[in-house]
């Protein structure tokens, strides 16, 4: 009989603590969430705010052979790199090119949006004999209240940007 009565406390105690209170941490289990992925988007220019990635300006450096060096591998710009694939389809593809509103750009990415980095080296190589620059970024993602949060932060050769960044040559 006392055995019973342990075991029914046990079987009590156990269901207590699977419907307990909900402190507002995690997503709410009725609702499927696609966390959208990032990704680090860069302009150049040069002093007089020419577009250097436009390949058909005077001294574009948009066909230099651009290379991007991440945890110890290098990303060309514009080769596919195969991906993973999520409910959101989240393609790692390296460095890429972009246009958008008339304006070139370069991307690296794209990263899981659920993932946290903490001061994360990415390194762009110009390969046109300048100085190489280096961005640093951490990203915090969590959960509030049931709904997703992140935070980036980004430091341009050690010194702390907002993104998009914007690299001067």
Known sequence: MKFKKVFMLSL??????????????????????????????????????????????????????????????TYEKDSTVAG?????????????????????????????GETNFERETLVLDWNDGSKRDTITFSRRFWWENHEPQSENTFWLNGVETEAPIRIVK
């Open 12 to 73: 009590l105690c156990a269901a207590m603590g699977f419907t307990g209170c909900d402190d507002g941490d995690g997503p709410d289990p009725d609702t499927i969430w696609d966390i959208y992925p990032f990704a680090i988007n860069i302009y150049v220019t040069d002093k007089q705010g020419n577009d250097l990635l436009n390949p058909e300006i005077e001294n574009s450096i948009a066909d230099n052979g651009i290379k991007a060096i991440f945890r110890g591998n």
């Open 84 to 112: 993973n694939s999520r409910a959101l389809l989240v393609i790692f593809s390296g460095l890429t090119s972009f246009e958008y509103n008339d304006t070139y750009g370069l991307s690296f990415g794209d990263f899981n």
